[in-house]
Antibody, heavy 122, light 109 residues
Framework: DVQLVESGGGLVKPGGSLRLSCAAS????????MNWVRQAPGKGLEWVSSISGSSSYIYYADSVKGRFTISRDNAKNSLCLQMNSLSAEDTAVYYC???????????????WGQGTMVTVSS | EVVLTQSPGTLSLSPGERAALSCRASQSVSSSFLAWYQQKPGQAPRLLIY???SRATGIPDRFSGSGSGTDFTLTISRLEPEDFAVYYC??????????FGGGTQVEIK
């Protein structure tokens, strides 16, 4: 079965850091562009970052640029998001999601994890 | 940045009725890069439609997508009980950022 499993969420103080991970299985991970999408409590979906299958193309939302770093390890079928300088506005469920590589472009996401909650509070 | 505006915010319908959800873009979007997702409470989104009109794997044919340019529509021909959920449109492609619409909640009347 195709599966994405996020981990690493939790409670962190403002200004703190957190590292999210996503373990993939059931598909050829290296051929998928992977994304992080977040959803604040009671709100809509917000794209955070994308990384192409070979890591050649990396994109960030303006709201996280300079604070978050996306990376992947195709040998381990894993995706990571390093989050620094966190604020209350980063509180959300973070979803790992992916779609087939289409070069430098970002594809729609046909595979989603169940999400991991990040709460930024003192 | 392409802003997607979904309407209505809430749609109250009965099972068996037809639902038409609108997604309007602030600038022209390539039809190749417009998707629709369904999200139920406590669950991750699920891809329904990609490329504006192509159904994703396993999606029933009562779901259809149409439109081009700045106006796109998701139609559910006959609502089933499991279709009551929130629906989001998304534009993606070669000009990040990816953006989502604010969502339309389809609720039971």
């Amino acid at each position: 079965d195709v599966q994405l499993v996020e981990s690493g969420g939790g409670l962190v103080k403002p200004g703190g850091s957190l590292r999210l991970s996503c373990a993939a299985s059931g598909f050829t991970f290296s051929t998928y562009t992977m994304n992080w999408v977040r959803q604040a409590p009671g709100k809509g979906l917000e794209w955070v970052s994308s990384i192409s299958g070979s890591s050649s193309y990396i994109y960030y939302a303006d709201s996280v640029k300079g604070r978050f770093t996306i990376s992947r390890d195709n040998a381990k079928n894993s995706l990571c998001l390093q989050m620094n300088s966190l604020s209350a506005e980063d509180t959300a469920v973070y979803y790992c999601a992916g779609g087939p590589d289409i070069g430098a472009a970002i594809n729609g996401c046909d595979t989603w994890g169940q999400g991991t909650m990040v709460t930024v509070s003192s | 940045e392409v802003v997607l505006t979904q309407s209505p915010g809430t749609l109250s319908l009965s099972p068996g009725e037809r639902a038409a959800l609108s997604c309007r873009a602030s600038q022209s979007v390539s039809s190749s890069f417009l998707a629709w997702y369904q999200q139920k409470p406590g669950q991750a989104p699920r891809l329904l439609i990609y490329g504006a009109s192509s159904r994703a794997t396993g999606i029933p044919d009562r779901f259809s997508g149409s439109g081009s340019g700045t106006d796109f529509t998701l139609t559910i021909s006959r609502l089933e009980p499991e279709d009551f959920a929130v629906y989001y449109c998304q534009q993606y492609g070669d000009s990040p950022p990816i953006t989502f619409g604010g969502g339309t909640q389809v609720e039971i009347k």
